[in-house]
C-alpha cells in the first residue's frame, strides 16, 4: 500500500500571487524530478495539490523511498531551498493505510 505525504503551506503575506504559483508548479514538477538513488528513475507515485489544501499531496511505494525523498533527494532538496524566505509556516503529515474497521 502506498505511503501518502502531505505537506501544508501558509505563504507569507507579502509574496505576491506569481511567486506563490512558481513554488507551487515547482513542488508538483518534484514528481518528475526527484529520482529513485539506484534506478534513477522517478518514483514518486502521484503529486497533487490545490488552494486551501496541500500543494504537496505524494504518494511513494515504500517509507525508505519516502525517508530518501525527505532527507537526501536532491530535486528535493533544492525546491526547499528555493522557499527560503516565503512561508511563514509549513506542516508536514506522512498517512499510513490501515485496515478497515468491521
Not at 518534484?30 to 490545490?50: E, F, M, N, V, W
Not at 515504500?62 to 516565503?86: C, K, M, N, W
Amino acid at each position: 500500500m502506498p505511503i501518502t505525504h502531505l505537506v501544508l503551506f501558509q505563504f507569507k503575506s507579502d509574496v505576491n500571487p506569481d511567486t506563490v504559483n512558481g513554488a507551487c508548479a515547482r513542488m508538483l514538477a518534484l514528481k518528475d524530478t526527484c529520482l529513485h538513488p539506484a534506478s534513477r528513475q522517478p518514483y514518486i507515485r502521484a503529486s497533487s495539490g490545490g488552494v486551501d489544501n496541500s500543494i504537496e499531496g505524494i504518494q511513494f511505494p515504500t517509507v525508505g523511498d519516502r525517508d530518501y525523498y525527505v532527507r537526501e533527494d536532491p530535486a528535493h532538496q533544492a525546491f526547499i531551498r528555493s522557499l527560503d524566505g516565503l512561508i511563514e509556516k509549513a506542516q508536514v503529515q506522512t498517512l499510513f493505510p490501515r485496515a478497515k474497521a468491521g
